[in-house]
């Protein structure tokens, strides 16, 4: 009886440790998270996530840079040939694959609007230049075509083509 | 080394100090009386210049602080007012900035002669891997304080190295915006880099403590490679050693001095003396010269390796090329340590250093054929000589005979 006393005394012992050792560590982590996650954009930052854009008074052949959420985007107005030339090209050249008719509105074709950083290291790539008739990053030599898709260098994925929509023929809404 | 203690208090008061708090004795075994071998030759004296550039650093940086502004909008203008108005700003500044490229100067030449006498080897090997993270905490630190000014290379620079975060797969973008504080380089990141940046140099000093805590233990290597056998084989640091780690500080200074009073900013870049624009980037970037052979194996990677895309395979590569620095005492296992006595050895060695200097060139080209190509046979050698080069050598090779002791050494035969 008395060693099992013991024996029992000794298990309630190690549970309390435990139990201790355990309420520690999850307050601990209860501390530290705030600490990190004060690190995260803060409601400054996030309050600037949609803007209105009209893209009326850009001519066929060209483009601008607009500022969303800090980040610059591109807004071109393709030329006929431009759009032509990336519809034709078959998926299986591409090493991210996707269509010219995903990259764009359905009516907006001639619209290509996208994340103007590189997606290797996230500069901004030069237009109307590189070997796709699209874009070229001087940075590391991506080599981006009309649609904004990577055909050739570091960059492993397509410009992104940031959440948008047309609220009327010529006003944009991105975010 | 330092079992017996030469010290015996003077005095009364140095007895009560001894016995409470030891720091006469602690100087006097290790800055004083530290048996030191007696063959170590000049390149043996970078570890004290860097604890002088560390110093220097310390100093001019808790100073420029001071007039310094860490906002987007002012943080370009308080540079320029610190190098034109505040007094003497424009010399403790050049300081600053050119102390940051003497401080890897002599961070690399300290490395390399690591490398070469195998300083890295058994009992040093703890040695060697808090120099590594010495080395690496420094990189992070120069990385961030080239920010502060706020120049267009300053951005583009943080823009490019940040997007390093967004490779990691599922995770990376939440992790870099928890590096950045937003979508994209910024306010929240200029302030953030500022604050990491004044705390890391003392970071960085405390384990300076350590690596020099750990020397202490085996004492130094020397040229030889051959350990200290008996007490002839060694002088006193001091004043051996201080007066001739001194003199070296002097003539390192010299360098040191022309490029803060004649050419200040030949170091940096032109285009950071453009205010950062979010919506301009430099046709070139190029970091600052002593992480350029890192930038060049991370672009080296430009082609997918199985499923691993081309940007994860390059972050992984200069991530490797850095982590393979800690693994050396287990990659070259040759009994002997210093090249001196290693006839295969040297000639890998040289080329290694040529093809360090070639990856510090290619890093500051265009990303254009020949260099891409260049690129990756000289990252193909970096990778080659510790993995493939070094363990091989330390089997096939048959080193030259050594000198029994560093005194046969240092004074021939006839005295032996």
């Not at chain 1, 619209?111 to 290291?121: E, G």
């Not at chain 2, 001019?60 to 308080?78: C, E, K, Q, R």
């Not at chain 2, 004043?239 to 500080?249: E, G, S």
């Not at chain 2, 170091?267 to 600052?288: C, F, K, R, W």
């Given at each position: 009886m008395a060693t099992q006393a013991e024996h029992s005394s000794t298990n309630r012992r190690d549970f309390l440790f435990v139990a201790t050792g355990a309420v520690g560590a999850v307050g601990a982590a209860a501390v530290v998270w705030p600490l990190i996650n004060q690190l995260n954009p803060d409601a400054s930052t996030l309050a600037l996530a949609s803007i209105e854009f009209d893209v009326g008074a850009i001519p066929e052949g060209q483009s601008v840079t607009i500022t969303w959420r800090g980040l610059p985007v591109f807004v071109r107005h393709r030329t006929g040939a431009e759009i032509e030339e990336a519809k034709a090209v078959p998926l299986s050249e591409l090493k991210d694959p996707e269509t010219d008719e995903a990259r764009t509105k359905e009516g907006h074709e001639e619209w290509l609007i996208m994340i103007a950083n590189c997606t290797h290291l996230g500069c901004i790539p030069v237009g109307e230049s590189g070997d796709f008739d699209g874009w070229f990053c001087p940075c590391h030599g991506s080599h981006y075509d009309s649609a904004g898709r990577i055909r050739r260098g570091p960059a492993p994925k397509n410009l992104v083509v940031p959440p948008y929509e047309f609220v009327s023929d010529t006003l944009v809404q991105i975010g | 080394m330092s079992e017996h203690s030469s010290y015996t208090p003077g005095n009364a008061v140095e007895k009560w100090l001894d016995d409470r708090l030891p720091v006469v004795r602690f100087a006097k075994e290790h800055l004083m009386d530290f048996p030191t071998p007696k063959n170590l030759n000049y390149w043996w004296t970078f570890g004290a210049i860097l604890v002088m550039c560390l110093g220097v650093q310390i100093v001019t940086g808790v100073i420029l602080a001071m007039h310094y502004t860490p906002n987007v909008g002012l943080a370009f203008d308080s540079v320029e007012h610190i190098r034109r108005d505040v007094n003497g700003g424009r010399i403790i500044q050049a300081v600053h900035a050119v102390g940051a490229s003497m401080f890897f100067v002599a961070l690399y030449i300290h490395m390399f002669r690591g490398l070469f006498?195998?300083?890295?080897?058994?009992?040093?090997?703890?040695?060697?891997?808090?120099?590594?993270?010495?080395?690496?905490?420094?990189?992070?630190?120069?990385?961030?304080?080239?920010?502060?000014?706020?120049?267009?290379?300053?951005?583009?620079?943080?823009?490019?190295?940040?997007?390093?975060?967004?490779?990691?797969?599922?995770?990376?973008?939440?992790?870099?915006?928890?590096?950045?504080?937003?979508?994209?380089?910024?306010?929240?990141?200029?302030?953030?880099?500022?604050?990491?940046?004044?705390?890391?140099?003392?970071?960085?000093?405390?384990?300076?403590?350590?690596?020099?805590?750990?020397?202490?233990?085996?004492?130094?290597?020397?040229?030889?490679?051959?350990?200290?056998?008996?007490?002839?084989?060694?002088?006193?640091?001091?004043?051996?050693?201080?007066?001739?780690?001194?003199?070296?500080?002097?003539?390192?200074?010299?360098?040191?001095?022309?490029?803060?009073?004649?050419?200040?900013?030949?170091?940096?870049?032109?285009?950071?003396?453009?205010?950062?624009?979010?919506?301009?980037?430099?046709?070139?970037?190029?970091?600052?010269?002593?992480?350029?052979?890192?930038?060049?194996?991370?672009?080296?990677?430009?082609?997918?390796?199985?499923?691993?895309?081309?940007?994860?395979?390059?972050?992984?590569?200069?991530?490797?090329?850095?982590?393979?620095?800690?693994?050396?005492?287990?990659?070259?296992?040759?009994?002997?340590?210093?090249?001196?006595?290693?006839?295969?050895?040297?000639?890998?060695?040289?080329?290694?250093?040529?093809?360090?200097?070639?990856?510090?060139?290619?890093?500051?080209?265009?990303?254009?054929?020949?260099?891409?190509?260049?690129?990756?046979?000289?990252?193909?050698?970096?990778?080659?000589?510790?993995?493939?080069?070094?363990?091989?050598?330390?089997?096939?090779?048959?080193?030259?005979?050594?000198?029994?002791?560093?005194?046969?050494?240092?004074?021939?035969?006839?005295?032996?």
């Amino acid at each position: 009886m008395a060693t099992q006393a013991e024996h029992s005394s000794t298990n309630r012992r190690d549970f309390l440790f435990v139990a201790t050792g355990a309420v520690g560590a999850v307050g601990a982590a209860a501390v530290v998270w705030p600490l990190i996650n004060q690190l995260n954009p803060d409601a400054s930052t996030l309050a600037l996530a949609s803007i209105e854009f009209d893209v009326g008074a850009i001519p066929e052949g060209q483009s601008v840079t607009i500022t969303w959420r800090g980040l610059p985007v591109f807004v071109r107005h393709r030329t006929g040939a431009e759009i032509e030339e990336a519809k034709a090209v078959p998926l299986s050249e591409l090493k991210d694959p996707e269509t010219d008719e995903a990259r764009t509105k359905e009516g907006h074709e001639e619209w290509l609007i996208m994340i103007a950083n590189c997606t290797h290291l996230g500069c901004i790539p030069v237009g109307e230049s590189g070997d796709f008739d699209g874009w070229f990053c001087p940075c590391h030599g991506s080599h981006y075509d009309s649609a904004g898709r990577i055909r050739r260098g570091p960059a492993p994925k397509n410009l992104v083509v940031p959440p948008y929509e047309f609220v009327s023929d010529t006003l944009v809404q991105i975010g | 080394m330092s079992e017996h203690s030469s010290y015996t208090p003077g005095n009364a008061v140095e007895k009560w100090l001894d016995d409470r708090l030891p720091v006469v004795r602690f100087a006097k075994e290790h800055l004083m009386d530290f048996p030191t071998p007696k063959n170590l030759n000049y390149w043996w004296t970078f570890g004290a210049i860097l604890v002088m550039c560390l110093g220097v650093q310390i100093v001019t940086g808790v100073i420029l602080a001071m007039h310094y502004t860490p906002n987007v909008g002012l943080a370009f203008d308080s540079v320029e007012h610190i190098r034109r108005d505040v007094n003497g700003g424009r010399i403790i500044q050049a300081v600053h900035a050119v102390g940051a490229s003497m401080f890897f100067v002599a961070l690399y030449i300290h490395m390399f002669r690591g490398l070469f006498y195998g300083s890295y080897k058994a009992p040093r090997e703890i040695i060697w891997i808090l120099g590594v993270l010495i080395f690496i905490l420094t990189v992070a630190t120069a990385f961030m304080g080239y920010i502060l000014p706020w120049g267009q290379m300053s951005f583009w620079g943080a823009t490019v190295i940040s997007n390093i975060f967004s490779a990691i797969p599922v995770v990376g973008e939440n992790i870099k915006q928890l590096v950045l504080g937003g979508f994209a380089v910024g306010n929240p990141t200029l302030n953030r880099f500022f604050s990491l940046h004044y705390l890391l140099p003392f970071v960085i000093a405390a384990i300076v403590g350590l690596h020099i805590w750990a020397l202490h233990v085996p004492g130094n290597n020397n040229p030889i490679g051959v350990e200290v056998k008996e007490s002839r084989d060694t002088v006193p640091f001091h004043p051996y050693y201080t007066m001739k780690d001194l003199f070296a500080m002097v003539v390192f200074m010299i360098p040191f001095a022309w490029f803060v009073f004649f050419a200040p900013d030949i170091l940096g870049h032109p285009d950071n003396y453009i205010m950062a624009n979010s919506q301009v980037t430099p046709a070139h970037i190029v970091p600052e010269w002593y992480l350029l052979p890192f930038y060049t194996i991370l672009r080296a990677i430009d082609f997918n390796v199985l499923f691993i895309d081309s940007k994860l395979g390059g972050v992984i590569a200069m991530g490797g090329a850095l982590v393979m620095l800690l693994i050396v005492p287990w990659l070259d296992t040759s009994k002997v340590r210093s090249g001196s006595f290693r006839p295969l050895f040297k000639w890998f060695y040289w080329l290694f250093v040529i093809n360090f200097v070639a990856l510090t060139y290619l890093g500051a080209q265009p990303a254009e054929a020949p260099y891409t190509h260049l690129a990756k046979l000289c990252t193909a050698y970096y990778f080659l000589y510790f993995l493939v080069i070094l363990p091989v050598l330390s089997r096939i090779e048959t080193p030259k005979p050594l000198p029994t002791s560093i005194s046969e050494s240092v004074l021939g035969k006839a005295h032996a």
